[in-house]
C-alpha cells in the first residue's frame, strides 16, 4: 500500500485587508462656522484683522476671542501699526496666537508693526517668536 504524505498548506503572503473607508473631512463647530460666515461677506473675505490702539490686559479676553476667530476664518495678516499701549498679556496672546496658526500649518504674521509694539516686543525678549527679526 502507498502512503500519501500530508502537506500542511501555508500561504505565502497574509490576504490583504480591505481598504478602509475614505476619511469624511471634520466639520467645523456650530461657532466656528457662525465666525466663518462673519469674517467672509459675499462680496470679499477680509484680508486682515486690525489690532486696536491698546493691548493690555483689560482687552485681553476680547481680543483673544477676535484672534481666534479671525485665525479660524483663515486670516493670515494681522494688522499692528495702530497699537500705541502693549503690555505683557498682550504680547503673550499675540505670540500665542501666532504659535497657534503655525500648529494648524498656517504662516500668519504681524503686518507694519507700531513702534509701541516693537519697543514692548524687544523689552521681553519676544521680538523674534513675533516675527520682528530682534531689531524692529
Avoid: W, Y
Avoid at 502512503?3 to 456650530?30: D, E, G
Avoid at 486696536?52 to 479671525?70: H, K, Q, T, V
Avoid at 496658526?101 to 504674521?109: H, K, S, T
Wanted: net charge positive; charged share 20%; proline share 7%.
Amino acid at each position: 500500500m502507498v502512503q500519501r504524505r500530508k502537506t500542511k498548506t501555508t500561504r505565502s503572503r497574509p490576504r490583504a485587508k480591505a481598504a478602509p473607508a475614505a476619511a469624511v473631512p471634520a466639520v467645523p463647530p456650530p461657532a466656528a462656522a457662525a465666525v466663518v460666515a462673519e469674517a467672509a461677506p459675499a462680496a470679499a473675505p477680509a484680508a486682515r484683522v486690525t489690532l486696536p490702539a491698546s493691548l493690555l490686559i483689560r482687552d485681553a479676553a476680547a481680543l483673544r476671542g477676535e484672534l481666534s476667530a479671525a485665525l479660524a476664518a483663515g486670516i493670515r495678516d494681522i494688522e499692528a501699526s495702530a497699537v500705541t499701549s502693549v503690555d505683557t498679556a498682550g504680547l503673550q496672546l499675540l505670540v500665542a496666537a501666532l504659535r497657534s496658526a503655525a500648529v494648524r500649518g498656517m504662516q500668519a504674521r504681524l503686518s507694519a508693526p507700531s513702534e509701541a509694539l516693537c519697543a514692548g516686543a524687544r523689552q521681553l525678549g519676544v521680538d523674534v517668536a513675533l516675527g520682528l527679526g530682534g531689531g524692529s
